[in-house]
């Protein structure tokens, strides 16, 4: 029988788990980035629905960030913590220069398309890894984003 990590999960499973933590949390990091600048830049006739829009989801990434980073310290690893990192395990693309409300509207429905399936996974192998507290997380970022998807995709349909 193997030896179990400091919170009773397999450690090769933990850092399976926690590679691909590492992941989203790049992916959020970039995010953030590209969400706090649509919210700087943000211009035109939904410029004050947008702006209010792009700091709350800005902020709700700041938190996911956290909690990210902080699971994988609880799983025994080391989180990614420079933009360095961020950018090379990253799929989301920094966006630069974008102020049409609708090309940033677009571009998080983009990048909800890449976190979206990378929580799916995680959830998938937390779930066959007995980590209830990866698998909980991730069930809830999903419930709540898939909500988000339908609202930006509604939004983008005017």
């Not at 966006?95 to 429905?109: H, T």
Request: hydrophobic share 40%.
């Amino acid at each position: 029988m193997s030896q179990l990590n400091q919170i009773g999960l397999d450690p090769k499973s933990s850092a399976l788990l926690s590679e691909k933590l590492n992941q989203l949390l790049a992916n959020y990091q970039i995010f953030y980035i590209n969400t706090r600048g649509f919210h700087w830049n943000i211009k035109g006739e939904k410029f004050f629905e947008l702006h209010a829009k792009f700091e709350e989801l800005y902020n709700d990434h700041f938190i996911k960030i956290d909690e990210i980073a902080e699971r994988i310290l609880t799983l025994g690893q080391t989180p990614l913590h420079s933009y360095q990192d961020y950018l090379a395990h990253a799929s989301i693309e920094a966006a630069k220069d974008i102020s049409n409300g609708n090309e940033c509207v677009q571009s998080i429905l983009d990048s909800y398309g890449i976190i979206l399936p990378i929580q799916r996974e995680l959830l998938d192998l937390s779930g066959d890894t007995g980590d209830e507290g990866t698998n909980a997380l991730m069930s809830d970022y999903i419930r709540e984003q898939e909500k988000l998807v339908w609202m930006y995709t509604a939004f983008l349909s005017n």
